[in-house]
């Protein structure tokens, strides 16, 4: 039987991994020597969350710390997916394997820098970014200047959206924590204080989560002018790593998450920062299953149109883009971190 203190440790790195708006959408069951992943969709995004792929990105960046942490404990996780009702993963321990991973230590400083990076990375970073995919899995490691500006530019209608449509608007306020008692708590959402805006834009945050005064800065084109000054942080990357699926089930975005992870602890192993690109994949994804009246026929013309940039400077061909991943040599530390609830065992 396998300490119950060893498995406490590997579920604690489990939840450090990365989640939509910090939802942490997951719940574990101990049985024996197995560790059950339940994952909660609901608890994320009720837009950007089409198929509850967000949820699974997630859930494989969970069980990618999980594996990890258990090799750093000398033991062997054996992972299926959706073997019984209700059950997302089951992971099996087992004495067994050397101790040790050199990735261990980045679980713990993994963070989400959406600051400006330096430009650009040498070829041995790029190197250590080349990480081994899973099945049904690909990555593209895109590093020309211009396309990542061209990313960087067309990904950005996703925050002038989440500022001009008034669901949109909604769920982005709900989703942020203002104050650092809720954020050390583990509450589950994201610290407005981890956005990197300067202090006065933290500040015009309390005042357009109003619907009514955002209405007023609309007009006076906040939403865009937001959108630019969020392109210049993001053309500023050394490289954006963007990861397909070459199938669609649900365990596909598990494995597309555990890549993620992957490249993202291997990131930080290299000192650098990195920060997912999501919002457009998903709003896009969501314009084309939806006939949602809110958002106008032009501005659902430009997301496909923007969306259209992504798949074609990413070279999508007939796969399904599940994430991009900006990395770069951060130009200062992260002003905060998002925190953690503890595990939540059912
Ligand atoms: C599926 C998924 C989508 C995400 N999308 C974005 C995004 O579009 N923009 C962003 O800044 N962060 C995004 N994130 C990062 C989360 O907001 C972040 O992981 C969470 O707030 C926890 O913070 P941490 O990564 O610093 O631990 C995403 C994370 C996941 C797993």
């Known amino acids: 039987m396998i300490d119950r203190d060893v498995i406490s440790r590997i579920l604690h790195a489990g939840v450090q991994a990365p989640s939509g708006d910090n939802s942490q959408p997951w719940s574990f069951k101990i049985d024996g020597d197995a560790i059950i992943v339940l994952c909660h969709p609901q608890m994320d995004h009720p837009v950007l969350n089409v198929d509850a792929r967000g949820t699974y990105l997630a859930t494989g960046a969970l069980i990618e710390n999980m594996v990890i942490a258990a090799r750093h404990e000398g033991l062997d996780a054996s992972v299926r997916y959706f073997e019984r009702d209700g059950e997302t993963a089951r992971m099996v321990l087992s004495y067994g394997s050397e101790k040790g991973h050199h990735l261990y230590p980045a679980i713990a400083n993994r963070h989400t820098h959406r600051g400006a990076y330096e430009t650009p990375l040498d ?22 200047p211009a396309a990542i500006r061209r990313i960087a530019e067309a990904s950005t209608l996703m925050e002038e959206t989440a500022l001009s449509i008034k669901k949109l608007h909604y769920l982005f306020f709900k989703s942020l924590l203002w104050s650092v008692r809720e954020n050390e708590s583990g509450t589950p959402g994201l610290f407005i204080k981890t956005t990197e805006l300067p202090a006065p ?26 959108a630019k000054s969020n392109a210049e942080v993001y053309a500023s990357s050394g490289a954006i790593a963007a990861l397909f699926v070459t199938r669609t089930e649900p365990q596909d975005f598990i494995a597309a998450g555990r890549c993620m992870q992957r490249i993202w602890l291997s990131a930080t192993h290299a000192g ?47 796969d399904t883009m599940a994430m991009m991943l900006r990395i770069g040599i951060p130009k ?12 939540v065992i059912l």
């Open 272 to 318: 650098l920062s990195a920060q997912p690109l999501a919002g457009l994949i998903y709003l896009a994804e969501y314009v084309a299953r939806t006939d949602d009246q809110e958002i106008g026929a032009e501005l659902k013309q430009r997301i496909r149109a923007a969306r259209k940039v992504l798949s074609d400077t990413t070279e999508e061909r007939g």
């Open 201 to 226: 834009v933290q500040g015009m945050f309390r005042v357009i989560r109003h619907w009514p005064l955002m209405r007023i800065f609309h007009v006076l084109g906040l939403p865009k002018a937001a």
């Open 123 to 144: 070829a041995s970073s790029l190197e250590l970014l080349t990480v081994e995919t899973e099945e049904h899995c690909r990555m593209t490691l895109i590093t020309k």
């Open 332 to 343: 200062q530390h992260a002003s905060s971190r998002s925190k953690r609830r503890p595990p």
